[in-house]
């Protein structure tokens, strides 16, 4: 299907305008449970009601989600996933697969609502572009691991439109090493109902979050594979090394054609 058929092949104003009252229906209820409920539940709990909350957003978006693989389990064993990054949805797409806390770029959390629910969710968040912040978020992240945490991890530093994956920095793996737990690289990728890519769904370029949602509610439904790939043995390799390995198997999953 070409680019002309698509737009005229949109969901009627009537399907976005409802979309987006469930949607904004279901931010309201998660920022109730993360004022009341969330601060009262166990750990375990707080997990749960995370992954069903990611979960229904999905299917809000109209976005199919299928999982391939074997998603760590909530077992309170740590892991670290390392995956590639297309949109604002990634996190979602695999906390509805396995709870995950998250390194997140530190402008999400100035984000309207959203970065308050990100803060509520533990996620951790980096300033890129000081070294001093990586040294005090090595520390958090190990703590977090020695604690059996699942933490989530994007090491190409920025979003991509799902036709590439570029390289990975390996500065956040320094953690995962020292703790010597399960690295699990993370092939994401969106599809339209013709089984192109979705490129409606990157949040990349100059694309804001806002415009990213409007990308959304344009397609009649989205579907997000997330695939979770075997573990990368670290034992006596370079962080680099690592990064390098868990990004080949990621591009091997996402296009195969391309060996």
């Known amino acids: 299907m070409n680019a002309a058929s698509r737009q005229s092949a949109q969901p009627s104003r009537v399907t976005r305008a409802w979309r987006l009252t469930r949607l904004a229906a279901h931010f309201v209820e998660a920022a109730t449970v993360a004022s009341l409920g969330y601060p009262l539940m166990k750990p375990a709990r707080r997990r749960l009601a995370l992954q069903r909350w ?3 957003l999905m299917r ?3 976005t199919n989600l299928t999982v391939h693989g074997t998603p760590p389990p909530d077992d309170g064993v740590a892991f670290m996933l390392v995956s590639n990054h297309v949109s604002w949805l990634d996190i979602f797409a695999i906390n509805a697969a396995t709870p995950t806390r998250f390194v997140a770029k530190s402008e999400i959390r100035s984000w309207p609502l959203v970065g308050w629910l990100c803060v509520k969710a533990d996620t951790l968040f980096i300033e890129r572009e000081r070294r001093r912040d990586l040294a005090r978020l090595d520390g958090v992240i190990a703590s977090a ?3 059996g945490a699942g933490m989530g991890v994007f090491l190409e530093g920025t979003t991509t439109d799902g036709h590439q994956v570029l390289p990975f920095h390996s500065s956040l793996l320094r953690p995962a090493l020292e703790s010597n737990v399960r690295v699990v690289p993370v092939a994401i990728q969106y ?6 890519i979705c490129t409606e769904a990157a949040y ?3 694309k804001t979050a806002l415009d990213a949602l ?3 509610l344009t397609q009649h439904e989205i579907h997000a594979h997330v695939h979770f790939l075997p573990p990368v043995a670290g034992n006596g390799l370079h962080r680099k090394e690592l990064a390098r390995q868990a990004r080949e198997a990621i591009v091997r999953t996402l296009y195969p054609e391309r060996r």
């Open 191 to 196: 599809r339209r109902s013709d089984g192109t």
């Open 60 to 62: 809000h978006l109209a």
């Open 204 to 206: 990349d370029g100059d």
């Open 145 to 147: 691991l020695r604690n």
């Open 214 to 216: 409007r990308g959304m």
């Open 54 to 56: 990611s979960a229904n």
